[in-house]
């Protein structure tokens, strides 16, 4: 039993206290060891994906108490592929905050932003379900001041708003739980999984309850309709580096939906087979359609890439909502991708709008300084969000379009996801046209009353949307050695039986 | 006793949805304490109800017990909605100095241009 396992839990726990309460006063010290940090996960989290690639579910024994009783921790592919991309875009995130000086505009960003990074690797990693809930809530309560970070009556308000949303997720989560516990009897994920299948179809009322009790909980951490208002508000509001690393916070409900209504509730479980996927399906049609309406209708900047978030969620949903094989290594690609291309956009966005002296409005404006590399950068992480080649958008698209195939939803799923991804194409085109393209035909700034002529974005601050849209091009490059990882990831997750079997096993504890 | 707890559960819920649903923010926090007692009570009647029971398994013939799982997730429950409610409360006034208003929904459209369309909320 290795005890790496637990270490991107713990190193982000421990640092977050420290910078919070030694380093309050000295910003760059602060940002040193948040940066190390950071670094230290991304390098375990490498370690674990090394470790689980070779097919083994690894189970961590909290205080080494056997699995049903004691609390563990299930290291397997799909756990290390979510904690590799969660420290992949903390760092990167991390370095925008810092090289924009985000980090510095609110108090304690960098021991928030820690305590997150705890949360979310946690969720990735806990094998329980009542200990996901409270990783749930870490994760919760550090975006709520990440949300807020910078202050505003804007953000407040719309912080505000997404405080009171998720509050009222966490109290149906508890409801959920009860539920599952009182039918059950346990709250092992591995457990549960051994348990749920022996429910006969008679008795089913109440687990079925529980289970989309559940499902509408982690529907509202991952926006699908019709829980996903809160979120153009919430992220075209939050701060720039604050909105990307939020990119990641919907793709834990995705996961907490991949994990739960798969290994437990999924395939091989009379009770509730077919069942989520019958309600995610069509909630999944019309988040896409949402999506893409409000990508053409958007006015300003940020919005409109949240909703490009939203109708990402969508399309990634309509592969979970299958329910096979095949449908879920398409989507993990496209959950991967949608990631890193949300947080590209959202990056960008902050550059293009620190240059137009904050204003992200989808209007025709003098050209910035930077008009070429600018558009640059927002075309390709455009091309990457709506699902054009080159950028691996596309193969994700053509992975879900190609799964979907197989099964008889067809029609639906085709239909959302083109007419979607055009929709989405045409509101971008826009948006970069009004921003880049037109605005080079008037004149020069300088005419404004009020223009201090904004400073160019330096190298450091150019560098890590370069490196996120680098990535996206990286995933395309090397979609073939990716989809066969991802492929043995949903093999695994459909395989109830080695789970139950590596976690619920007495042997191997150290 | 079952009945008293379940309609205990019952009043508590409806009326914590009645006031979250009321989009101020007093009775949203007010709606949402309610609503974190009633799921409490729930989670405590999880594990069947008893009374005058021990929470251990007794090794003495076959007595009974009550179940002490539920109360140990009800322990974490309470404490994770005090520390929530407690937060909530800190960003509701953030909010309502910034904004003078206590509403929760957004009322103007945050997707329309701001007003004078030369802003600058972020470039302070």
Not at chain 1, 361 to 366: F, G, I, K, N, V
Request: glycine letters at 10%; aromatic letters at 8%; proline letters at 5%.
């Amino acid at each position: 039993m290795s005890h790496w396992i637990i270490a991107p839990v713990i190193l982000p726990a421990l640092l977050a206290p420290i910078i919070g309460f030694v380093m309050r006063h000295d910003i760059r010290l602060a940002r040193v060891f948040s940066l190390a940090g950071t670094l230290a996960v991304l390098t375990i989290a490498l370690g674990l994906v090394v470790q689980a690639a070779g097919g083994d579910t690894e189970v961590y024994r909290l205080g080494d108490w056997p699995a049903p009783f004691g609390i563990v921790l299930v290291l397997d592919r799909l756990s290390a592929l979510m904690v590799l991309l969660t420290a992949v875009l903390a760092l990167i995130v991390l370095t925008h905050a810092t090289a924009t000086g985000w980090d510095a505009r609110g108090r304690h960003f960098h021991a928030l932003f820690q305590f997150q990074l705890m949360g979310i690797c946690g969720a990735f990693l806990t094998g329980d379900i009542f200990n996901l809930f409270v990783f749930f809530e870490i994760l919760l309560i550090a975006s709520y001041g990440l949300m807020i970070h910078g202050g505003g009556r804007d953000r407040m308000r719309a912080g505000l708003q997404y405080v009171v949303i998720n509050l009222a997720g966490s109290t149906l989560f508890l409801f959920a739980l009860g539920v599952v516990y009182a039918t059950t009897g346990t709250l092992n994920i591995a457990d549960l999984a051994q348990k749920v299948p022996q429910i006969p179809l008679e008795e089913a009322a109440l687990v079925r309850l529980a289970m989309m009790l559940l499902l509408v909980v982690f529907a509202v951490k991952a926006a699908v309709f019709p829980v996903q208002f809160w979120l153009p508000g919430a992220y075209s509001n939050a701060p720039a580096p604050v909105a990307a690393l939020f990119a990641i916070m919907t793709k834990v409900g995705a996961y907490s939906i991949i994990r739960v209504h798969t290994t437990v509730f999924g395939p091989g479980a009379e009770a509730t087979e077919g069942l989520a996927g019958d309600w995610l399906f069509p909630a999944a049609v019309v988040t896409v359609a949402i999506g893409a309406a409000g990508v053409l209708g958007a006015r300003r900047l940020r919005p409109l890439i949240a909703f490009s978030v939203l109708g990402s969620m969508g399309t990634l949903m309509l592969a979970v909502a299958a329910f096979v094989p095949a449908a879920l290594t398409a989507g993990l690609y496209y959950l991967v991708h949608s990631t890193f291309a949300a947080a590209a956009l959202f990056l960008v966005a902050d550059l293009v709008m620190a240059q137009r002296g904050g204003n992200d409005t989808l209007a025709t404006r003098p050209a910035i300084a930077q008009n070429g590399l600018m558009a640059a950068l927002f075309f390709a992480a455009a091309v990457a969000m709506a699902g054009m080649p080159p950028l691996s958008g596309f193969l994700g698209k053509l992975l879900v379009l190609d799964a979907l195939r197989a099964s008889g939803v067809i029609g639906w799923a085709w239909a959302a996801i083109l007419v979607g991804s055009l929709v989405t194409i045409v509101g971008f085109a826009r948006a970069g046209s009004a921003l880049f393209w037109k605005s080079t035909a008037l004149a020069a700034p300088g005419d404004g009353p009020d223009a201090p002529a904004p400073r160019p974005a330096g190298p450091l601050q150019v560098a890590p949307v370069v490196v996120t849209v680098g990535l996206l091009g990286a995933l395309a490059v090397f979609a073939g050695p990716l989809a066969g990882y991802l492929e043995a990831t949903s093999g695994q997750i459909f395989d109830r039986a080695g789970y139950v079997g590596a976690v619920l096993s007495t042997r191997g504890g150290s | 006793m079952e009945m008293i707890v379940a309609s205990a559960v019952g009043v508590l819920t409806s009326a914590g949805v009645y006031l979250v649903l009321r989009l101020r923010a007093f009775p949203v926090i007010l709606g949402l304490a309610l609503l974190s007692y009633a799921v409490n009570v729930f989670l405590f009647a999880a594990g069947k109800l008893t009374t005058d029971m021990p929470p251990i398994l007794s090794s003495y013939g076959a007595a009974s017990y009550t179940d002490p799982l539920p109360q140990a997730l009800v322990l974490t429950a309470i404490v994770i909605s005090f520390g929530m409610t407690a937060v909530l409360v800190m960003v509701t006034l953030g909010a309502f100095l910034e904004s003078d208003s206590d509403r929760i929904d957004l009322g103007r459209s945050e997707n329309a241009p701001m007003p004078g369309d030369d802003g600058g909320e972020d470039a302070k």
